[in-house]
C-alpha cells in the first residue's frame, strides 16, 4: 500500500479506521508523512483522550528536572498539607507519585466517580477522597483516569504555576506546538459535548473551575503535535537540539515496571506510557477511539494520530506497524 492507497483506504473505512482525523510521521526530526481526513486540516486540533497522561509523564519529568519534585518517592498528601483526611482511612499517607505514575496507587470503590468528581469546585481535592482503601498499597494495576488528576495538582503546588502556562513554557512552545488555553466550561452538558463533538476543536485543555487542566483526558492536539512529542522521547528528550526534558526521565519513563492483563493486551507499562511489544524498543502513549503518540527507536520514527469519538477503540500500534509505517517510509 503506497500514501495514495493509504489515504483511499481510510477514507473509504466503515471499520476502525472511520474515524482517523490525521497521521503524522516523523523521521528523526523531518516530517516524512503527513494526511488528513473527514474535513480536518493538519493544525485542526482533536480531543487525544487518555494520551493526555502521557503528555502528563513529560511535565511530571520537567518538574523533576527542575527540581519542583524532589522524589518520586514522596508522598502525594506532602502536596496537601491542607486536606482532611476521612476518618478511618490509612492507606493514603503511604502513597507515593510513583504510585500514581505507574498507576499502582489504590483507590476506593470499583468504578471511577465521575459524577462526584466533575460535579465538584475542585477535581484535585474530589479524587483524593477516593484515594487510599482498607487494601493498602499492594502493588496492583489499577487503571485511573480520574486519579492522575492528583498529579495536575502536585505539579502546581510544586511549580506554583498553573499547569496550562507550565505546559506552555516548558514543553509546546519549546516543541512548536501552539500555545494552549484552558477550556473554561465544565458542566455536565459541555463535557458530554467535549468527548462526542467530531468537529476540529481549539488549542485548549479541558479544566475544572480551578483553572487546573484534566490530567487524564481533553488535551486538544493535533497529528503533528502528538508526532512533535514522540520525535522528543525518541530524541532522548531532545528538540532541535534543545533539551526538553533529561534523557534519564525519558528512559525511567518508557523502562517497564508492569505486565498488563488481557484488557490492554498484555502490554507492559511505565510512566503513563506502553511498552506494547516485549523486548523492543517500541513506545507508545495510548487514548480511546485510536488516539496514539507511537515511538519506535530502531526505525528512528514517531507517529502521531488522531481520531474523534468511536467506542471500542484503543490500540493502534498493530495498524501504524502494518500499514501506515510501509506506505509512509517506502
Avoid at 119 to 144: C, H, N, P, Q
Wanted: net charge neutral; hydrophobic share 35%.
Amino acid at each position: 500500500m503506497n500514501k495514495e492507497e493509504l489515504h483511499q483506504f481510510i477514507s473509504e473505512s466503515k471499520g476502525n479506521e472511520s474515524n482517523i482525523c490525521q497521521i503524522c510521521v516523523i523521521r528523526g526530526e523531518e516530517i516524512v508523512y503527513e494526511d488528513c481526513w473527514r474535513g480536518f486540516k493538519p493544525e485542526d486540533a482533536v480531543n487525544v483522550n487518555s494520551v493526555t497522561k502521557g503528555v502528563m509523564a513529560i511535565l511530571a519529568g520537567i518538574a523533576v528536572d527542575k527540581g519542583a519534585i524532589k522524589s518520586l518517592d514522596e508522598k502525594v498528601l506532602a502536596y496537601f498539607p491542607d486536606y482532611q483526611v476521612k476518618r478511618g482511612e490509612k492507606t493514603i499517607y503511604d502513597v507515593t507519585i510513583r504510585h500514581l505514575l505507574t498507576m499502582t496507587a489504590p483507590y476506593k470503590g470499583k468504578s471511577e466517580p465521575w459524577k462526584k468528581v466533575c460535579t465538584s469546585d475542585d477535581w484535585t481535592v474530589a479524587i483524593l477522597d477516593f484515594l487510599g482503601g482498607r487494601k493498602g498499597i499492594t502493588g496492583e494495576f489499577r487503571y485511573s483516569t480520574l486519579g492522575i488528576q492528583i498529579l495536575a495538582g502536585i505539579i502546581e503546588r510544586a511549580t506554583g504555576e498553573k499547569l496550562i502556562d507550565f505546559a506552555n513554557k516548558n514543553l509546546f512552545l519549546p516543541l512548536g506546538i501552539p500555545e494552549h488555553v484552558i477550556h473554561g466550561d465544565s458542566s455536565k452538558e459541555d463535557q458530554f459535548d467535549f468527548f462526542m463533538n467530531k468537529g476540529p476543536r481549539k488549542n485548549e485543555w479541558y479544566s475544572d473551575p480551578q483553572d487546573t487542566v484534566t490530567a487524564g483526558w481533553g488535551l486538544c492536539a493535533t497529528g503533528r503535535d502528538l508526532a512533535k512529542l514522540g520525535s522528543m522521547v525518541l530524541n532522548e528528550g531532545k528538540y532541535n537540539g534543545q533539551k526538553i526534558v533529561s534523557s534519564e526521565w525519558i528512559k525511567q519513563m518508557t523502562t517497564p515496571y508492569l505486565k498488563l492483563g488481557e484488557r490492554f493486551g498484555f502490554m507492559e507499562y511505565g510512566y503513563l506510557w506502553y511498552n506494547p511489544i516485549a523486548d523492543r524498543e517500541v513506545y507508545a502513549a495510548i487514548g480511546d477511539c485510536g488516539n496514539i503518540i507511537y515511538v519506535n527507536k530502531k526505525l528512528n520514527l514517531a507517529v502521531g494520530m488522531t481520531g474523534t469519538f468511536k467506542p471500542r477503540i484503543f490500540d493502534r500500534v498493530e495498524f501504524i506497524e502494518t500499514t501506515v509505517i510501509p506506505a509512509a517510509i517506502q
